[in-house]
């Protein structure tokens, strides 16, 4: 099972930007489309943007869509989150996901069974 390590978190302001990435290691990620989730405190853990294998896919949640920009260097073995334009309700623990098996399709539902990192925390203040 691959690890993933999350790091970028922080505290910004409002309107800020923070870029957030994943480091990926025991296998590489080059045949795994990747993940962002994120969980605020008393909330459900909820899907924040995927990427497809080649990079050539990408899907958003509609609260963070022309705001966040996930990217990947397979050659780094690491996936990125570009946040811009934070909001107070961007506040949540961010982690990195992979499916279990390569060439799956990212689901956004949080309860399927994945790799998950440990989080990164991020904290947008008014």
């Known amino acids: 099972q691959v690890q993933l390590v999350e790091s970028g978190g922080g505290l910004v302001q409002a309107g800020g930007s923070l870029r957030l990435s994943c480091a990926a290691s025991g296998r590489t990620i080059t045949t795994y489309s990747m993940g962002w989730f994120r969980q605020a405190p008393g909330k459900e853990r909820e899907f924040v943007a995927s990427i497809f294998w080649t990079g050539a896919i990408t899907d958003y949640a509609d609260s963070v869509k022309g705001r966040f920009t996930i990217s990947r260097d397979n050659a780094k073995n690491t996936v990125y989150l570009q946040m811009n334009l934070l909001k107070l309700e961007d506040t949540a623990v961010y982690y990195c996901?992979?499916?279990?098996?390569?060439?799956?399709?990212?689901?956004?539902?949080?309860?399927?069974?994945?790799?998950w990192g440990q989080g990164t925390q991020v904290t947008v203040s008014s």
């Open positions: 996901a992979a499916p279990l098996s390569p060439y799956v399709v990212m689901s956004t539902s949080p309860s399927v069974d994945r790799s």
